[in-house]
Nanobody
Framework: QVQLVESGGGLVQPGRSLRLACTTS????????MDWFRQAPGKERGFVAS???????NYADSVKGRFTISRDYAQNTVYLEMNSLKPEDTAVYYC????????????????WGQGTLVTVSS
């Protein structure tokens, strides 16, 4: 089992920055991809950013140019640097790990953290 723990959430004023961290119980080399999702109050959980094992990154249009996903293999940690935060960014942010299936007939394995709350308000 892969354990994911998010941290770094809290209250921040609009326009400022915050960095979230996701620490995994396994090496990031074992992961096909690491993703960040978020769920705002009353909304569905949506994609925020991802980084694959080969370093390819992808971002939702709503955060492109403001958020940056990165990783630290030595610390088994994936980061989400959030800049120019807006009230619309308020949500619970979740880390997701995608692992390859254990066999050719198995489905890929996804692991989720419990989430960390980010509140953007003055």
């Amino acid at each position: 089992q892969v354990q994911l723990v998010e941290s770094g959430g809290g209250l921040v004023q609009p326009g400022r920055s915050l960095r979230l961290a996701c620490t995994t119980s396994r090496s990031l080399f074992r992961m096909n991809a690491m993703d960040w999702f978020r769920q705002a109050p009353g909304k569905e959980r949506g994609f925020v950013a991802s980084i694959t094992n080969d370093g390819k990154t992808n971002y939702a249009d709503s955060v492109k140019g403001r958020f940056t996903i990165s990783r630290d293999y030595a610390q088994n940690t994936v980061y989400l640097e959030m800049n120019s935060l807006k009230p619309e960014d308020t949500a619970v942010y979740y880390c997701k790990a995608s692992l390859p299936p254990p066999c050719i007939e198995c489905k890929p394995i996804d692991a989720w953290g419990q989430g960390t709350l980010v509140t953007v308000s003055s």
